[in-house]
């Protein structure tokens, strides 16, 4: 939808990484401690990366008319507010599943519990991207306030099933029902948030 | 050499004889050290991946201490050259370090029993891969090239008063890692007949850093002055 | 022919000033209808309260639709150009016509022929080296990427130099013969042929 | 030096609440556990909310010109970068500290660790402030995520440092060695940064 | 009496493009200079040039110092104001004066009366809630705050209507005969007296 840079691929990765190296550097270098703590230092790192990279989404095209055009436009709003999370969570999103792979290398994960990893970040961070998405048309023109009220408080459920769902996997227990509650919130989530949003815009313009 | 045209012509002249010697050495150095030098009697056969990861390791921190030299050049006397040198320097410092980083994990692999532990020594230069790529970002974010020049250049000065900060974390830290054995000044600790061999890997890889620095701007130059009539004089030269 | 919008009793007050009130209009295919007023009297606010994108407007306004029955929503191709021009820094004139016409798609051909039209040359350099009036020149470029239905156009003559004002007056009487409309604002009557609505709100 | 509404003290200090809060949930409510975790947590957190809270300082400035009248004015521009970015520092970093007072308790770190926590916090995350403007002069118009991926490999020592502190204070260590190497770095750092943010805001010009 | 500043040869060119070429002017107390050129031809580009914002300029700039000696560097008072005006969305009209004389500080009463002066009435509703043209008159307001040496001004006329426009060549006569000098913009001769200036580079 909207011309890109490369930068903005490895930017999101090289953020999720250095946070990533953060935890080992501030806890402590021990292995066993450091495998205890990975999934949520992964998942930590991701919500913070995706938000982080999605609080600018709409700001520039608010400010230099671009939105204007937007709802002008003759197909509906939500649908295109959809389509630009989509873009923007494609590459920021899709970068930071490859860091979270090295990462869960570099944190001593067993590889058993990869797949419910990244199935549960990829679900989980579209979900934040999503919210990221409203956080950001709430604090259009406006100090990161509002999206740092609204979004974080939000998110600590996701985060609670994606830790969840990678712990049980290396506790070699079923993890499908929390994909699964994942996904719902996901279905749930795409229609009424991408509405929310426009709503949230629409506001700016008042 | 100041002018861009006239290190085109210089480095012209010296890119051959650069070229050779370099390759020579380095390959020389390389089998030397990789099939030539004695078994070390405790690791094994393993151990010859000192010969590439001791030198790259090195190498990507001088490379990184010319970087900053050439950062203040750039940023005090404006030399343009000075800032394509930086901009040059810094994929193949780049690359050095990413390679002490791949060849240590495959040496921790047998001797360590791990891919990575989070000592001082490792996670040191994995800091320093994380500022090269800060640099190589910030630099390809900026269209305008001799600002981006410049952008860097502000980078890497700034870099330049953290490594030793942390070169000095390793007094506070457990490692695992080996502390330095080479200085200039004291005699090695190993034996000749393996110490010899690493000495012309230092060399041959210092020598193709030179070669690749000179070929990456020479690149650049042509890239960064595409408009100017000497470029087009000089293709055309070539050509005939 | 039938008028593509018609406009009723539009009214439109602001923190308890009334902007406009009782405003009555029609855009004809092929007029155009200028605002004029001094700052602060509403204009840009007229355009933005008739485009739907703030809704504090009390009144009617019906626009044709394709089977020539007249509708409560927009069902006519717009063009909106606000104060900002919507010109992305980080992108090229060219860049910039080309995400601007995503939706549509447009050849290449055209969007250089339209920045030459304008007078932007350099195509390819980035809008955050460009001077405003040839931010502005790019906006106009716009203009001619697709036949818009109605065009409104708040302040097209400002910081633009005589030549690019005169090209504007031609482009939009161009555009006028195809059929389309423009809803323009101004400080003062400009040259071309058009209905003028005065806002006399004084703040 | 410049006029701020109340929102902007309060965004950072709510960030760094979330994101402290984050841990428990992701990693494990144990108190043992916790608190071994507390002093790294704690400065991850304040390293992420003193670069997020300081990203955006000359943004708004240099698109709306008022970073002009900055450099046209007669004082030495490196002195206003400073008093800019004290500023910045005190009404964001001072939460911080409250905050991470507050957060030392939930996460059970022992009161004898809290005056060290303290000094070292003040010193690291004015460092943090330094370097995040630089950070932000550097990615001027450009995206968020960029400036911090600058700005974060910098960061470490002051991290290693900051931690370092905390722990030999918890294990009843002398942790005033590290204390003076902040310091000391802060000193170098003052005007070696604000110098170097001056030719960084400078280069957008161009 | 002495000019406040010499510019001899001065000369600038932007990738590749020769923008001016050896320009001479000199700055009075109490005289203007008006620098007109079409888009493009680098007004924006000389004014911050003389200001030393961006340094790509060749020539010789002399700036009168206050024991009447001719400096290199700027030793004079100067009010810029460029194309972005420097007017905070977030502040009232009132607290965005007060900001912009934070080095200097300036009485309540004053900041209110060249609200006043301006035209702009409601003093503590937000920037964001005003139209262009009153951000703009904002912006004048803060040429009141102080006596300046000289404005450099981008532009002054555009984005106001015609009581705005004669309002501005009141102020600069006004300022004028205190002394000040102003080096202002525009596509078109103005109303106020000056020394012209037109650069003729056409992109
Ligand atoms: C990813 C893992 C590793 C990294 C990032 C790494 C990094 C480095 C660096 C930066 C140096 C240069 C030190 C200096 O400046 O003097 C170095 C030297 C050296 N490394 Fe590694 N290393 C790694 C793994 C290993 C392993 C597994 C071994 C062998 C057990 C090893 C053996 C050595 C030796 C013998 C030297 C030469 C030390 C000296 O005398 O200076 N390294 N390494
Ligand atoms: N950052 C930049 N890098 C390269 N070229 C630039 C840059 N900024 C401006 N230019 C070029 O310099 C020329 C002069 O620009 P300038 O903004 O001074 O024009 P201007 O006379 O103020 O025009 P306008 O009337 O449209 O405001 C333009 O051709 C523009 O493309
Ligand atoms: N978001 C807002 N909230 C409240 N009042 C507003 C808002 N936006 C504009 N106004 C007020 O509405 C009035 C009209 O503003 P508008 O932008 O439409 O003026 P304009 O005619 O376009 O002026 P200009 O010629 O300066 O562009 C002004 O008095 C302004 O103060
Ligand atoms: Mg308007
Ligand atoms: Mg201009």
Redesign the pocket.
């Known amino acids: 939808m909207a011309f890109r840079r490369s930068s903005t691929y490895i930017t999101p990765l090289i953020f999720f990484l250095i946070v990533i190296s953060f935890f080992p550097i501030a806890l402590s270098p021990d292995q066993d401690f450091l495998r205890s703590l990975a999934p949520g230092v992964i998942w930590i790192a991701a919500l913070l990366s995706s938000l982080l990279a999605i609080e600018t989404i709409f700001s520039e095209d608010f400010r230099d008319g671009t939105l204007d055009e937007f709802f002008i436009s003759n197909d509906p709003s939500f649908v295109l507010v959809f389509a630009k999370v989509l873009c923007h969570w494609l590459v920021t999103g899709f970068p930071i599943l490859l860091a979270s792979l090295i990462s869960s290398l570099i944190l001593y994960l067993p590889v058993s519990s990869l797949l419910p990893m990244i199935c549960s970040l990829i679900l989980g961070t579209f979900f934040m991207s999503l919210l990221g998405a409203i956080g950001a048309a709430l604090s259009l023109g406006k100090s990161a306030i509002l999206s740092a009220i609204i979004v974080l408080p939000f998110s600590i459920p996701t985060l609670l099933m994606g830790t969840a769902a990678v712990s049980s996997a290396i506790d070699y227990q079923d993890y499908s029902g929390f994909l699964l509650i994942m996904g719902a919130m996901l279905a749930i989530g795409v229609p009424g948030l991408c509405l929310l949003t426009v709503e949230a815009i629409l506001l700016n313009y008042? | 050499m100041g002018s861009p045209p006239l290190f085109f012509k210089w480095s012209s002249k010296i890119l051959p004889w650069l070229l050779f010697i370099s390759i020579t050495v380095f390959i020389a150095g390389l089998l030397w050290g990789l099939f030539y030098s004695p078994t070390d009697y405790k690791q094994g056969d393993v151990y010859r991946i000192i010969y590439i990861h001791v030198p790259s390791a090195i190498l990507g921190q001088s490379i990184f201490m010319f970087m900053a030299i050439c950062g203040f050049i750039t940023m005090v006397w404006r030399v343009k050259i000075s800032g394509m040198l930086l901009k040059s320097a810094a994929p193949i410092g780049a690359s050095f370090t990413l390679i002490a980083l791949l060849t240590g994990s495959i040496w921790g692999k047998p001797t360590w029993g791990t891919w990575w532990v989070w000592d001082a020594r490792l996670t040191s230069t994995l800091i320093l891969f994380f500022i090269y790529a800060a640099i190589i970002g910030l630099h390809s974010s900026i269209d305008n090239k001799t600002k981006a020049d410049r952008a860097i250049s502000i980078l890497s000065l700034a870099g330049i008063a953290i490594i030793p900060i942390i070169k000095k974390s390793v007094d506070w830290w457990q490692t695992l890692h080996q502390p330095s054995t080479f200085s200039l000044t004291s005699a090695p600790s190993m034996t000749p007949d393996m110490y010899q061999p690493l000495l012309l890997c230092f060399l041959g890889f210092y020598l193709i850093f030179a070669l690749l620095l000179t070929m990456n701007l020479r690149a650049e130059v042509v890239i960064r002055e595409k408009n100017r009539s000497w470029v087009s004089k000089q293709f055309l030269n070539l050509e005939r | 022919m039938l008028p593509k919008l018609k406009v009723s009793n539009l009214s439109c007050s602001?923190?308890d000033?009334q902007?406009f009130d009782d405003l009555n209009f029609e855009v004809h295919p092929g007029q155009n209808i200028e605002i004029i007023?001094?700052?602060?009297?509403?204009?840009?606010?007229?355009l933005r309260v008739l485009l739907g994108l703030i809704d504090i407007g009390d009144g009617e306004m019906e626009w044709l639709d394709n089977e020539n029955n007249y509708n409560n929503f927009r069902s006519i191709d717009c063009f909106y150009q606000g104060?900002s021009l919507g010109i992305k820094n980080l992108l090229s004139a060219q860049e910039n016509l080309r995400l601007s016409s995503y939706s549509f798609g447009v050849s290449e051909e055209k969007i250089l022929s339209s920045l030459n039209r304008v007078g932007i040359n350099n195509h390819s350099s980035f809008a955050s080296e460009m001077s405003v009036g040839q931010k502005k020149r790019i906006s106009i470029a716009r203009w001619l990427l697709k036949d818009f239905g109605i065009y409104f156009i708040?302040?097209p003559f400002s910081a633009l130099d005589d030549q690019a004002s005169s090209l504007i007056v031609e482009i939009i009487e161009e555009l006028n013969a195809k059929g389309a409309s423009f809803v323009i604002?101004g400080?003062r009557p400009s040259e071309i042929t058009s209905n003028q609505i005065t806002?006399d709100h004084e703040?």
């Open positions: 008042e | 602001r923190a000033n902007l007023g001094s700052n602060g009297s509403g204009k840009t606010t007229l104060h708040d302040e604002t400080h806002l703040v």
